[in-house]
């Protein structure tokens, strides 16, 4: 018998207001152990707001969120600190001082946690071996990227949320990170993504979901997203989905 998986992450019926501003419309999904589950959609459809408010760092209007079986809305300490030890996070522009160098950096994200990863090992994945010496502010957009994946993985997280991860990389390089991904997935670490190519999005993840001006449009497989609509790969698919007009909570799942 296969072992039946189980949610890390349930999100029901997520809503987020800014003024007048309808951010995330009652969204609702899931994401299986093991998983690579993709979030897709243009800018400001509420991808981003969709992740803050899973991590706690802002406060739903209404809903439910469950991360490995945690509220991490207004958690108290204790909830906080077991997250953070089990969670890694990489945003798009994570910023960093100027004046550290890359082992620094390595060394006090370590420090932070219960059990750390080995970092020199980290480097030496994504290429920044060389790199440990240098200040930080020195290595180009690209290796900055590379740094911050290097930074989201020291804990050893069960559940990993990364932003854009392969933007400003050449392709070997967005290659080589694809398959060290998959080969996380293959120890069992779950991991949400966000990503405006789509060929990563197809080559990565399991399942998706569409975000359109805050909604969830639609949430199934690649292949039964491109079947659904015809086309040849994800891309068409997904510039067929923004095409649409979407009724507030209805969604395409297969």
């Not at 079986?69 to 600190?81: I, T």
């Not at 370590?110 to 920044?128: E, N, Q, R, V």
């Not at 930074?151 to 694809?178: Q, S």
Request: hydrophobic share 40%; aromatic share 8%.
């Amino acid at each position: 018998m296969s072992q039946v998986k189980l949610p890390v992450l349930s999100v029901r019926n997520l809503q987020k207001r800014y003024k007048t501003v309808e951010a995330v419309r009652g969204i609702s999904f899931e994401v299986m152990e093991g998983e690579i589950f993709g979030i897709i959609g243009e800018n400001g459809c509420g991808k981003t707001t969709t992740i803050e408010s899973i991590l706690g760092i802002r406060v739903p209007d209404e809903g439910s969120i469950s991360v490995l079986g945690y509220n991490p809305v207004n958690a108290s300490s204790s909830v906080r600190k077991k997250l953070f030890n089990m969670v890694g996070v990489q945003f798009q522009e994570t910023k960093f001082q100027d004046k550290i160098k890359v082992k620094e950096v390595c060394e006090s994200t370590a420090s932070l946690y219960s059990k750390a990863a080995d970092w020199s090992s980290l480097l030496i994945d994504f290429g920044l071996e060389a790199k440990k010496e240098s200040f930080v502010a020195q290595l180009s957009g690209g290796q900055k990227q590379r740094l911050a994946i290097v930074l989201a993985l020291i804990p050893f997280p069960r559940l990993v949320f990364l932003d854009e991860l392969t933007t400003g990389l050449d392709p070997k390089a967005r290659r080589k990170i694809w398959e060290y991904l998959k080969k996380l997935q293959e120890e069992g670490v779950t991991i949400v993504l966000t990503s405006h190519y789509m060929d990563e999005i197809e080559y990565l993840c399991g399942r998706i979901a569409v975000m359109k001006q805050g909604l969830l449009t639609a949430l199934g497989t690649p292949k039964e997203l491109i079947k659904k609509h015809g086309t040849k790969n994800l891309e068409e698919t997904f510039l067929k989905y923004m095409d649409e007009v979407e009724e507030k909570g209805e969604y395409d799942e297969e």
